[in-house]
């Protein structure tokens, strides 16, 4: 593979993308131009949501390929969504990283990496085999047994040495409610996580919100505290920019942000749209695939013609309001949580083996909270995730129900001043946003909610099924 930069690398597989999705019968039926005519240019296929292409997976299949792997997610709509893959795409991708390596290895030193990975392969049914990780180990973060166990192989710091003495990179995989019920089990076993030789802490899944990382960087100090953004269904994750903290995809995808509104223009907040390059997708190719993912696009000069952007959460979870038929995001679902994570009165759920000797559970999970939206000429909200909005008759409200870590009866001074500080704090917020004004209602609760959706995903630890992980 000669060097080329990611806008040319990608330039250059684009028409060969498109001229394999014309033999997919969905996109020959779908795409804007005439029926003896391919496209040449991305904006003339149609984006598809992941209901859209999971509905008829026969449609989306390439007539001559085989199947070699099978993954699954459960997706926002509920349903699992299946995704198969042909032998020719998994050998691409092996291919590709394989020269990626050998040209990294001509320029360093490459030390071999050891993969400690939480995340279980019954998330996502069958794996993409990543050649750049020489060992991977499953670790289990579900059970107190299964996190002393791993924390027995972590603490074997000579696993995998090289005969040559060169010590593997080391790292560990999984979700934030992964990573800290690990780093909880570590020091609970009065380990100093500094042992561990740990040099490098990935997030999948979600991303990391300040508090969490701020726990793990605190507990591992000397370790690489990163999020990888990825989205199951396709080859290739996002990095963080070294220069503001976004996000860019490897060259395997091309990104768009294109508006809620469905009318594919390109837009500076949206919903995260994505297409995978032929050859690295062939059996069911995605083009234009909206991941139901909000985010921002940032200016950003680090890496020219290159999508940079900032994760605002899952499309669900963030208040989203439509004002003439516009749609937009009041707060991020990400941000909504570090707001109410900010806040020690504010109950969080507790996760598997995240104890204290003296006390306890440590309740370090999402948030304990709801939103809803209120208001506005058609009276009511849709329910929990968008409300509409289509006037201003009735001023709109977002309601935020949390539940307090401590009883709100018994301390109301303290119940009132984390009101105060809630409602300020969001409101605040809230008014940067354009549009008519929101108001915002903070009401506390001694407890009883369950349904959590300020997280972008489902759960910090997510159930069998969930979707995002690596
Ligand atoms: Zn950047």
Request: charged share 25%; net charge neutral.
């Amino acid at each position: 593979m000669t060097s080329v930069g990611a806008p040319a690398f990608r330039s250059r597989l684009l028409p060969h993308t498109l001229r394999h999705g014309s033999q997919i019968s969905f996109y020959r039926d779908h795409w804007k131009v005439r029926d003896d005519a391919l496209p040449d240019r991305i904006d003339q296929v149609p984006s598809v949501s992941k209901a859209e292409h999971g509905a008829d997976l026969e449609k989306m299949r390439h007539p001559g390929l085989r199947t070699a792997l099978l993954t699954h997610t459960s997706g926002t709509t509920g349903r699992p969504f299946r995704r198969v893959r042909s032998g020719e795409e998994l050998a691409a991708y092996r291919e590709y990283i394989v020269a990626l390596m050998d040209k990294r290895a001509r320029t360093t030193a490459v030390r071999p990496l050891l993969a400690f990975n939480a995340v279980p392969r019954s998330i996502h049914g069958g794996a993409l085999e990543r050649p750049g990780v020489s060992q991977q180990i499953a670790i289990d973060t579900f059970s107190k047994r299964g996190l002393a166990a791993a924390i027995d192989v972590l603490a074997d710091v000579s696993l995998f040495a090289g005969e040559d003495g060169r010590r593997p990179r080391r790292a560990v995989v999984g979700s934030p409610g992964m990573l800290t019920a690990l780093t909880a089990a570590v020091t609970a076993r009065g380990l100093d996580p500094a042992t561990l030789a740990m040099d490098e802490i990935n997030s999948v899944s979600d991303v990391l919100t300040a508090a969490t990382r701020g726990y793990l960087t605190g507990n591992w100090p000397g370790t690489a505290v990163r999020n990888t953004f990825s989205c199951s269904e396709t080859i290739g994750g996002a990095r963080q920019c070294e220069n503001c903290a976004g996000f860019f995809f490897e060259p395997t995808l091309v990104a768009e942000i294109l508006d809620l509104d469905g009318d594919e223009s390109a837009a500076g907040i949206g919903e995260l749209t994505l297409t995978e390059l032929y050859p690295f997708s062939q059996l069911q190719p995605m083009l234009r695939y909206r991941t139901g993912d909000v985010v921002v696009r940032q200016e950003c000069g680090s890496r020219p013609g290159e999508i940079c952007f900032g994760y605002l959460g899952r499309r669900q979870a963030c208040p989203t309001t439509r004002t003439d038929g516009r749609s937009r995001v009041l707060v991020g679902a990400v941000e909504l949580r570090e707001i109410l994570e900010d806040e020690p009165g504010v109950a969080r759920e507790t996760l598997v083996g995240v104890t204290d000797p003296v006390v306890g559970d440590m309740p370090l999970g999402p948030p304990r909270a709801q939103w809803t939206l209120h208001g506005g000429d058609t009276g009511t909200g849709t329910g929990i995730g968008t409300g509409t909005i289509t006037g201003t008759a009735a001023q709109p409200r977002l309601r935020v129900r949390v539940q307090t870590s401590f009883s709100p009866g018994l301390f109301p001074a303290e119940a009132g001043a984390l009101h105060r500080r809630l409602t300020d704090r969001l409101t605040r917020r809230v008014e940067t946003a354009p549009g008519p004004q929101v108001a915002v209602e903070v009401s506390l609760t001694d407890g009883g909610i369950d349904g959590l959706d300020v997280r972008p995903l489902s759960a910090a630890i997510p159930a069998p099924g969930a979707e995002g992980a690596a």
